[in-house]
């Protein structure tokens, strides 16, 4: 799993620019949290423990998120997405220009749900994203990640305390953040309030309380003042992680079906591609550095396809000059030609002897490598001993080796008579005989 960075901005009223953060390299727990001042110092811890390719997602405290309902009959996201604004605009003070409207899901009829977050605050993860430069996957309200406890086929309302605040949300994806002291308020028009007129009086709304021992120690008479309430079945759950821990681990699972506030003008920031996209970039490179290197080849290869048309030709006239009575010799048949010539001339003796030693001692020449280091200074023949012996210079020993190797390899007699290191170069003498 690629590692996971949640963040979190304006969770303590008393430092409303901090940046919380977890990184997440499982489902299971933070691998590592913490507070910093801005996104640069993330960005630093983030590169202090290599973490390179991580994803980012955006976490919204709810006491900065309105949530509430419209009535629109339009059915179709286009005329809903036209629509919404005038719906909401009556029940927001700040300009709803000001405003990132998503709509988080259809209630009931043509009931919908409506979260409206301030663009500015939108505009912080987004500069979070391009400081750390993680890509942004997602941004989410605390309280739709939150976990559920449910003992039946319907997820129940979700309590949730720390500190002096509480935050609440209902299966349909609504929620509310407060002061502990509105609680009561809250439970009487958020859970209870809202009941079916179908539903029997006799059937509780299940309410899951989350909290810590501490908390639950300081919360007693809040709690039997809920458990209290009629319509209300309360079970509760302690825990040792604060709402934004619980939120990050919620969004492994999201019970909830949580809204991903990243729609709209903001649908950009979302990495939507495959996990590959990050890999585009090496590839195109890649692709342009193949693309490159078979141009090049292909240069190559025709570069040499003309050097070795000139060098035919070369040879072409070369071997004219020495056999003028030549005809119908091309670049093509020059060599069966030579051939030809060097077997009439080896039925007459010693000369087509040393030809035969001298045009093998040649090919194998053209085969060594760094042939251009071998440097004759001598070729005599023996007619006596049918023998050809080569004075040559080569730049080590290993190479005057590697040539008399290659001409036993064609079944001819060979021996290093001499070699001795002078000057930096090797001087060495070869006997050559036929097989």
Known sequence: MAAK????????????????WALFTSAEAPAASGICPDAEALALILAQNQIV????????????????RVNIPAKQSRYLQQALPFAVEEQVIQDVEELHLVLAGKLKNDTHGVLA???LLMDVYSD?????????????VDAQLLPAMSGGDKLPYSLFLEGDWFTLASPELQFIQSKSENLAYCIESFVIAPADTN???????????FLTSEQQVKSQLLLAQIDQEIGVSLA??????????LSCLGWFSRPRAAVNLCQGAYRSLVAQKSPLTRWYSAAAVLLVGLLLQVGMNIGQGFYYQSLAKQEQQLALENYKKIFPNSRNVTAGNL??????????????GPKAEFLELLSQTGIQYKKQPKSEAIIFRNIQFSDQRNELVLELNTETFEQLDLFKNSLAETGLGVKISSAVKEQGVFRGRLHIVGS
Do not use: W
């Open 5 to 20: 960075v949640f963040v979190s901005v304006g969770r303590d009223v008393t430092q409303p620019h901090a940046l919380h």
């Open 236 to 245: 509760v759950k302690t825990h040792t992680s604060d709402v934004f821990t």
């Open 117 to 119: 977050i301030p663009h």
């Open 199 to 209: 539903e029997s009086e006799q059937e509780k709304k299940e309410l899951s309380c």
């Open 335 to 348: 060599e069966r030609d030579m051939k030809g010539k060097l077997k009439v001339l080896n039925a007459q």
């Open 128 to 140: 979070i994203a391009t400081q750390t430069g993680m890509p942004l996957i997602g941004i989410y």
């Open 53 to 68: 390719d991580g994803q980012l997602i955006g976490i919204l405290p709810s006491r900065l998120v309105l949530a509430t």
